[in-house]
C-alpha cells in the first residue's frame, strides 16, 4: 500500500534523512522505532507531505504522491495522527471530528456511528471543549478524528506518549481492528517497546536517519534493542 524508495531530507545543513526505504503493508501494522532525534517523525511528515523530501518517492499502491500537498494527500487516504495530538481546545469533541470532513469528498453531514462505536468516550463527551478531556481522551479525539476522513494508511506520532496505560491498551485494540477488519496500512513511531510486540506485525529500527534493521516484530531481539534502542 505505502512504499518509500531512497528518502533522504535536510534542515539546512543538518541531514536528517539518508536514503530510507521501507514497505508498510495493508492488513498491518509497521512500527518506526530508534531513539530520539534519529529522524522518525520527519519520515512521517514527508509521508504526510508536511515536507518536501530532497530525494526520493512515495507511492501510494501504484500512485506516485511525492510532489503532492498534504491536503490532496489526505483526500487520497493518508491520514495522521501528529505527536502532541494538536487537537483544537475551544472547539467540542464533535466539532473537532468535523475537522476530519475536510478530507473527504463529499463531506459528511455528521460523524459516523462507527467512530463513536470505536470510541464510546467522544460519544458521551461530544459537547466538551477539546481542551478540558484528559491526555488519554485528547488521544483517542486526534485518532478518531483522522479516521473520520476514511483513510487507507493511517499515520501515528508517538501515539502512547503520556498516556495511561488503560487508555493505551484500548488505542492498541482498535488499531488492531482496524487492521484485521479494514486491511488498512497503520504505521506508527513507537518508543513503548511492550506496545509493539504486542499489537505491531512489522518493525523498522532507525538510526541516525538511516533504516539499520528490520523485519517482524518477532525478530525483534534483545541484541537489536540493545545495539539500537537502549539508552
Known sequence: MLTIRNLSFAYGTIQTLHG?????????????IGRNGVGKTTLMKLIMGNLEPDEGSILLEDQDVT?????RRAREG???VPQGRQIFPKLSVEDNLRVGFEA??????????????MFPILKESRRRPGGNLSGGMQQQLAIARALVGNPRVLLLDEPTEGIQPNIIQQIGEV??????????????????????????HDFYIMNRGRVTANGETSQLTEELISTYLSV
Open 67 to 71: 510532489g503532492l500537498q498534504a491536503s
Open 175 to 200: 488499531l488492531s481492528r482496524l487492521v484485521a477488519e479494514q486491511n488498512m496500512t497503520v504505521v506508527l513511531v513507537e518508543q513503548y517497546l511492550d506496545f509493539v510486540k504486542e499489537f505491531g
Open 20 to 32: 530510507v526505504s521501507a514497505t508498510m503493508s495493508p492488513g498491518r501494522m509497521t512500527c518506526i
Open 104 to 117: 473527504v469528498r463529499p463531506r459528511p453531514r455528521r460523524v459516523p456511528e462507527e467512530i463513536y462505536e
Open 78 to 80: 493518508i491520514a495522521l
